[in-house]
């Protein structure tokens, strides 16, 4: 790693421990740009918006969210620090265990889910799976790094949300995961579970699961978040393709070694940067241009992803996955 690219990640991670130290329960999902954290949202009702698309917001309501996508991708990213040497064994070990025992209490609960859905709460698959890596992550980093826990409740736990997950969050009539427990919606976000390692992508229903996003969500080559005209998310429907879900899709094909689908589909997502090499949050494929938020921070950090993803033997996508430490218990027999 570039000197000055690990400076700015071991600043970053020490800021969040310090963000998180004070109370886990008080975790937001987003902060302002200099860690602001009152991020209160009003509507400008006299603007018309870009192409009169109001409402004009200021702000964004969905700081005060419950999204439990966000204490997975902390300890995730702590552990994966741990495997490349960015922090001490021990550096904010106290703060993650704090995490989990909050996350122990809440896990259960319904949230807004990955998309900030202003709908009502859901059990939303991708949510309970990052629950999922949360202990996991947890327990692989007690196990590696010789840290102390209490990793009988964690792996109870993690056994817990697997099972729940394989049985509600999985529609046996579709033969496919689906985007909240009893729903009969796809989702991009379930592109996710074999890429952290939840089930591995040869799983016949991850498989089935990928096909369908590929028949469903895949849109003049673009994917899709979900179904818009289909799905309660009090927004209108007709949104462009969602440029991160397509990155996800590649990331995928490189896992299930479909190399030239996945080059071909990168080749095409960096062709969408404008003139500064910057992408937006969508885009829309009829009328051929970018939109959406932009630029989009989400967009760029899937681009960096799958970039490394198709030009490293030892990928980032198969060191989170880590299909090959998955637990063999933990792995569900699949549907019948």
Sequence with gaps: ???????????????????????????????GIGGERRL?????????????????????????QLQLDVYGEIMDVHHQARRCGLSTNESGWDVQIKILEHLTKIWHQPDQGIWEMRGPPQHFTYSKVMAWVAFDRGIKSAETFGLEGPLDAWRELREEICA????????????????????????????????????????????????????????????????????????????GAFLACSFWLVDVYVLQQ??????????????????????????DPRLK????????????LALINSAFNLTHARNPIEQRAQDEHLPPELVAAPAE
């Design 1 to 31: 790693m570039h000197a000055g690219y690990y400076e700015e990640a071991q600043a970053w991670r020490e800021w969040l421990l310090r963000a998180v130290a004070g109370s886990p329960g008080q975790l937001q999902i987003m902060y």
């Design 40 to 64: 209160a949202e009003w509507t400008a009702d006299w603007l018309p918006g870009f192409e009169n698309s109001a409402p004009v917001r200021i702000g964004n309501a969905a700081h005060t």
């Design 164 to 239: 729940e997950v394989c049985e509600r969050g999985f529609n046996k009539s579709l033969g496919t995961f689906v985007q909240a427990y009893e729903s009969d919606q796809l989702d991009a976000s379930l592109l996710m579970l074999p890429c952290v390692g939840f089930l591995p992508v040869s799983d016949p229903r991850v498989a089935d699961t990928i096909a369908a996003i590929e028949r469903r969500l895949l849109h003049d080559g673009f994917v899709l978040r979900y179904s818009t005209e289909e799905v309660e998310d009090a927004l209108p429907p007709g949104e």
């Design 258 to 283: 479909r190399f030239d689908d996945a080059e071909r589909l990168f080749r095409r997502l960096i062709g969408l940067r404008n003139d500064l090499g910057l992408l937006s949050e969508e885009y």
């Design 289 to 300: 241009r970018l939109v959406g938020n932009f630029p989009q921070a989400f967009s760029h």
